[in-house]
């Protein structure tokens, strides 16, 4: 199975005032192909905050600059990051992501692993998460990002409106109202 690799290209929030919907923008690393995931707002937020935290990171001085500004400030960010469960268990099982690959799409839903190899080891583990939970880790840790050419093809694919969805407006004209049964009358 191919792995072509993606990497963060852009986030965005459409429809702030009727129906936020939180879209995260994917492109082929070294190609032309281009995904756009919806998250979840939490996913989305964490995300958001892990990016703007890194470009901050690159201006020299910026940590030195917030300790003395807002003293509190980066000791709150380290103790989250050190309660972080899964954090903790990167630690205690001495392991590393590897990558993020978005391995299929099932019922509509993109299926997602991430890999594990333990520090020092050739052995990985794959571990199956939610495709938002994925990316965040990926990126938390700086691992590459992955779709097989079979998520990527079943992903594009439009939602089939054939026969199915003309069945069933079909048979709803054809409902009689004795098939509801008898209802008690006032």
């Known amino acids: 199975?191919?792995?072509?690799?993606?990497?963060?290209?852009?986030?965005?929030?459409?429809?702030?005032?009727?129906?936020?919907?939180?879209?995260?923008?994917?492109?082929?690393?070294?190609?032309?192909?281009?995904?756009?995931?919806?998250?979840?707002?939490?996913?989305?937020?964490?995300?958001?905050?892990?990016?703007?935290?890194?470009?901050?990171?690159?201006?020299?001085?910026?940590?030195?600059?917030?300790?003395?500004?807002?003293?509190?400030?980066?000791?709150?960010?380290?103790?989250?990051?050190?309660?972080?469960?899964?954090?903790?268990?990167?630690?205690k099982l001495e392991a590393r992501i590897v990558k993020c690959i978005m391995t299929d799409v099932i019922n509509d839903t993109l299926q997602s692993k991430i890999v594990l190899q333990k520090i020092g080891q050739a052995e990985e583990i794959n571990i199956p998460c939610s495709f938002p939970q994925g990316i965040l880790y990926a990126f938390k840790s700086k691992a590459p990002i992955y779709f097989t050419e079979e998520a990527l093809q079943k992903g594009q694919r439009p939602p089939d409106k054939g026969k199915g969805s003309d069945d069933l407006k079909e048979r709803i004209k054809n409902i009689k109202p004795e098939e509801f049964g008898k209802f008690p009358q006032d």
Do not use: W
């Open 1 to 91: 199975m191919k792995e072509i690799e993606f990497v963060l290209s852009h986030c965005e929030i459409r429809d702030k005032d009727t129906d936020p919907k939180f879209l995260v923008y994917l492109e082929e690393k070294n190609g032309s192909k281009k995904v756009k995931l919806k998250f979840p707002p939490g996913d989305f937020i964490y995300l958001a905050t892990i990016i703007l935290t890194r470009r901050l990171e690159a201006f020299e001085g910026f940590v030195e600059f917030i300790t003395k500004i807002i003293p509190s400030y980066i000791p709150n960010i380290q103790s989250k990051e050190e309660n972080n469960l899964f954090d903790l268990i990167m630690s």
